[in-house]
């Protein structure tokens, strides 16, 4: 049972973790899979334009919850934190495992715990960000003293590999960060935003009716005009979140940018004037794991000793809806 509270109460990450299925297919992999079908594609075609290398695909038969389950684990041992204590699970996903129930109760059931709430959220790309936002105004308010925040994706599984202009684009996996209530921020500012007039230039149109899928159940994907809307978009919420946390661009030690492609990151953070050694890549390694990306990025520059505690860094989600946001943070 949550108690009341009457002192000012924030949210702080206690410990983060990831999972990568280990089949991992180099571009040359890719190109030569795709050759079979007669799909010409190159490894150089691929890191010019998105500075991906390599990417990871789980096997069939391996879900959103099975790569959860070990980022979830991996995060709770790093916070010194038991299972038992979570009081809020939420999966940021728009892969889940079924259409009902959520990834997060699935997750639930894994970890062997059960009574905290658990729903997915689904803001595709921008989905880790609002899943954090969401659990920190939980705790802030008292509704929760430690969530489970998960970004969980198997996008091979909505891939066209037909079309290569977007194939070559994504991967799998999970991250996944322990929240905790703390008299001191942990998270100094959030802010979301959505423009559904935007949906149709990044979306899964099909749907599941009367027993068979409707539409088309595959990845389609405008991508100069995501290009052009996430750079812009990027800015100016980054601009917004550093002004309600009272700091500047000079504070940041640390952008991690949703890993979609080398030229949007760069792009924002000239635009912050951050130097580019401030911004953690992991795209070149993982591809676009949609929801995953943002916390498999922390993980990764957290457990290589990269960002340090104490440390102020900057998350930023933009993807399908059209969704973005932003959450400042002292680590
Ligand atoms: N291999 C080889 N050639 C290719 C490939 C490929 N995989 N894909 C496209 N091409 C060809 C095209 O057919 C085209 O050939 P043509 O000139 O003979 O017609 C040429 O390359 C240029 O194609 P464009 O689509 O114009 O390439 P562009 O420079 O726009 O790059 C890309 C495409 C990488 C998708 C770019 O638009 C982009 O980065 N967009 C951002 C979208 C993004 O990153 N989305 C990720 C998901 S969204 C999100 O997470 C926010």
Request: proline letters at 8%; aromatic letters at 6%; a negative charge.
């Given at each position: 049972m949550t108690k009341p509270h009457t002192?000012?109460?924030?949210?702080?990450?206690?410990?983060?973790?990831?999972?990568?299925?280990?089949?991992?297919?180099?571009?040359?992999?890719?190109?030569?899979?795709?050759?079979l079908d007669g799909i010409e594609t190159s490894d150089e075609w691929i890191v010019e334009r998105t500075g991906i290398r390599a990417r990871h695909f789980a096997e069939a038969g391996v879900n959103a919850s099975d790569l959860s389950l070990p980022a979830a684990r991996a995060a709770l041992e790093a916070a010194g934190v038991d299972a038992a204590e979570i009081d809020l699970i939420?999966?940021?996903?728009?892969?889940?495992?079924?259409?009902?129930?959520?990834?997060?109760?699935?997750l639930q059931q894994k970890l062997g715990i059960a009574g905290c709430a658990a729903f997915d959220v689904q803001a595709v790309c921008s989905g880790f960000v609002y899943a954090l936002t969401v659990a920190d105004s939980m705790i802030k308010t008292g509704a929760a003293s430690k969530a489970l925040v998960v970004g969980?994706?198997?996008f091979s599984r909505i891939l066209d590999f037909k079309d290569r202009t977007t194939c070559v684009l994504f991967g799998d996996g999970a991250g996944a960060v322990v929240l905790g209530a703390s008299d001191?921020?942990?998270?100094?500012?959030?802010?979301?935003?959505?423009?559904?007039?935007?949906?149709?230039?990044?979306?899964?149109?099909?749907?599941?009716?009367?027993g068979q899928i409707l539409g088309d159940p595959l990845l389609k994907m405008d991508g100069q005009a995501v290009f052009k809307l996430a750079v812009g978009v990027l800015d100016k919420v980054a601009r917004s979140v550093l002004e309600k946390a009272g700091?500047?661009?000079?504070?940041?030690?640390?952008?991690i940018p949703h890993q979609a492609n080398i030229r949007i990151m760069q792009g924002t953070a000239k635009k912050l004037k951050l130097s580019l050694d401030k911004?953690?890549?992991t795209v070149d390694q993982h591809g676009n794991t949609s929801a995953a990306s943002i916390p498999l990025a922390l993980d990764s520059a957290v457990r290589s000793g990269q960002i340090k505690p104490g440390e102020t860094v900057m998350l930023e989600g933009v993807g399908g809806g059209?969704?973005?946001g932003a959450v400042l943070l002292d680590l």
């Open positions: 002192t000012p109460r924030y949210s702080r990450i206690l410990g983060t973790g990831s999972f990568l299925p280990p089949k991992r297919l180099t571009n040359a992999d890719l190109a030569a899979q795709l050759a939420i999966v940021a996903t728009s892969t889940p495992d079924m259409v009902f129930p959520s990834t997060a109760c699935l969980a994706e198997v001191t921020p942990g998270i100094l500012a959030t802010e979301l935003h959505a423009d559904g007039r935007h949906a149709g230039i990044l979306c899964v149109p099909g749907t599941v009716s009367g700091r500047s661009e000079s504070d940041i030690d640390w952008l911004v953690v890549v059209f969704t973005w």
